[in-house]
Structure formats: structure tokens, C-alpha cells
């Protein structure tokens, strides 16, 4: 994948218009997805499929796939400390909060 | 001599394109923050929540989504391009980046005058303060975005770039598909299903 004269890895032109159908098609399903009413599941359903284009975006169009171990340490280090951030956050309202 | 300034030009790329990541991710921290707030009124509000953001444009919004991911699709090509020397497919792209962010801020311009036309304001109720904030600040976003761009063009348009010398496209074009990554979480929850 390494282009031999500047090092650096290149994907085929064809990966990103594909990549970007892929992504078209999942933004009509999280339109379609929220017009069903699925009970308490629409925001989780919502956030599943925006974190598929999430990480098609960040792997394909970012390159991430290409990327050593200290970019994805800093990926996976700031993923997991926004997680508990907005769960702690909220549960801590939820708690404190809604009386 | 030509072998060893290669390698230091890889070097000098890949570390330039770690700092743009560093930031990338303290970027994603203060979105994090705000998405984290639009939790917190979410569980509080929940009712306010469902019947202000009704009065959202869905159309507007998913158009801008797709206004977005295609502005995505065109800078990743402008960095393929000029990866292969194609300044020309490099500048073609960038310009077409930009059009598409113009669109994109033109398309909130005329969001947020219907908002305040029909007295919807920041002030009026906590779901639209959180629908002002993080869409106001990742307009702001869009609009740096499109000056890096501009400047990226500008460069390229003097042939500044070549396959061994383009960190600049490389690292705005990561910072465009930050803000697009931002959109693609605030559409469905703004919009969608608040």
C-alpha cells in the first residue's frame, strides 16, 4: 500500500466513492430508523449507526487503518475517556438532580 | 544524499500529522462536553426536549448531512490526487471542499433567521440553547475549516504540493473530516431523536 517514492500509504481511488455510498446509505437508515418508534432503543439505535460512519469516516477517509500505535493509542485513550465522562455526567443529574 | 532526506521528510510528515491528530482529539473532548450537557438536559427535560426540537428542519438537516459527507468524499480525493501528483484533481477538489462548505453555512444561515423570525432564540427554552450552542460552534468550525481550505487551495493553485510535500492538504483535510464526524453525531440527535 506504501507509494515507493514518498512513503506514504495510498488506498485505491475507488475505496472512497464506495465508502461514501456506504455512508449516503446509512444516513437514509438512521432517518428511516427514527421515523419507527422503538421505544426507549431510538437514541441508542441513532448513536450505533452515526459511530458505523463515524469510524468508516475516521478509517478510511482519515486513514486511520494506516496509522501506528500512537495515534490509535490517542484514539482509543480519548474514546474511552469520553464515554465515562457523558454516562457519569448524566447519571450523576439523573441522581443529584431530578428529584 | 536524495535517500536521506527522504526519510526525513517522512519523518517531519508523519510527525506533523501526529500533532494535527493530538488536536483532532482534544477537538473531540470539547464536543464531548457539550454532547455530554445535551445528555444531561435530554434526561431532565425530556418532554421540552421532544416538542422543541419538532420545530427543527429535518429536510435542512439531512441535507446538510449529505452536503457534508460529500464534502468529505471530495478532500479525501484531493489528498489521493495530489498523493499521485495530480495537482491539478488536488485543486479541482479543494475548490469543490469549499463550494460545498459555503453550502453547508449558507443552508444554516437560513436555519437559524426562520428560528429567529418565529422569536426561537438560545434564551428560550434549554433544548435550543444546546441546539444554538453546538451547532453555532460547529459552524465556527466549518468556517475555520473553509479558511484552511482556502489557503490549502491558494498553495496548491502556486504548485506548492507534490507527493512528498503536501502535510498541509493531509492535515486540513483531517481536521474537515473532524467536522463532519462532529455532524454525523449532531444530526440524528438534534434533529432525529431529541
Not at chain 1, 1 to 8: E, I, L, R, T
Not at chain 2, 45 to 54: I, M, N, V
Not at chain 2, 132 to 154: E, Q, W, Y
Request: net charge neutral.
Amino acid at each position: 500500500m506504501a507509494d515507493p517514492a514518498s512513503g506514504h500509504s495510498t488506498q485505491p481511488y475507488w475505496i472512497y466513492p464506495a465508502v461514501w455510498g456506504t455512508l449516503i446509505v446509512l444516513t437514509v437508515l438512521t432517518v428511516l430508523v427514527a421515523g419507527v418508534d422503538l421505544g426507549g432503543w431510538n437514541v441508542p439505535m441513532a448513536i450505533a449507526i452515526a459511530t458505523v460512519k463515524a469510524a468508516l469516516v475516521a478509517l478510511f477517509f482519515m486513514h486511520l487503518r494506516f496509522e501506528g500505535r500512537w495515534v490509535w493509542g490517542f484514539a482509543v485513550f480519548s474514546v474511552f475517556l469520553l464515554f465515562p465522562l457523558i454516562i457519569l455526567t448524566v447519571t450523576d443529574a439523573l441522581l443529584k438532580l431530578a428529584r | 544524499m536524495e535517500h536521506v532526506a527522504g526519510a526525513e521528510e517522512f519523518h517531519r510528515f508523519e510527525t506533523s500529522k501526529m500533532g494535527v491528530w493530538v488536536f483532532l482529539f482534544s477537538e473531540i473532548l470539547l464536543f464531548g462536553g457539550l454532547f455530554a450537557a445535551y445528555a444531561v438536559f435530554r434526561s431532565l427535560f425530556f418532554e421540552e426536549f421532544h416538542r422543541d426540537h419538532l420545530q427543527l428542519d429535518v429536510t435542512l438537516g439531512a441535507i446538510n448531512t449529505v452536503v457534508l459527507l460529500c464534502s468529505s468524499l471530495t478532500v479525501a480525493l484531493a489528498v489521493a490526487a495530489i498523493q499521485r501528483g495530480k495537482t491539478r484533481l488536488l485543486q479541482i477538489n479543494l475548490a469543490l471542499t469549499i463550494l460545498l462548505g459555503i453550502v453547508f453555512l449558507v443552508n444554516k444561515y437560513f436555519e437559524y433567521s426562520a428560528k429567529f423570525s418565529h422569536d426561537i432564540f438560545p434564551s428560550t427554552s434549554s433544548f435550543f440553547s444546546i441546539y444554538f450552542v453546538m451547532t453555532g460552534l460547529h459552524g465556527l468550525h466549518v468556517l475555520g475549516g473553509l479558511v484552511a481550505l482556502g489557503l490549502a487551495l491558494v498553495l496548491a493553485v502556486r504548485g506548492r504540493f507534490s507527493p512528498t510535500n503536501y502535510i498541509m492538504v493531509e492535515g486540513t483535510a483531517l481536521y474537515w473530516h473532524l467536522v463532519d464526524l462532529v455532524w454525523i453525531y449532531l444530526f440524528p440527535l438534534l434533529y432525529l431523536v431529541a
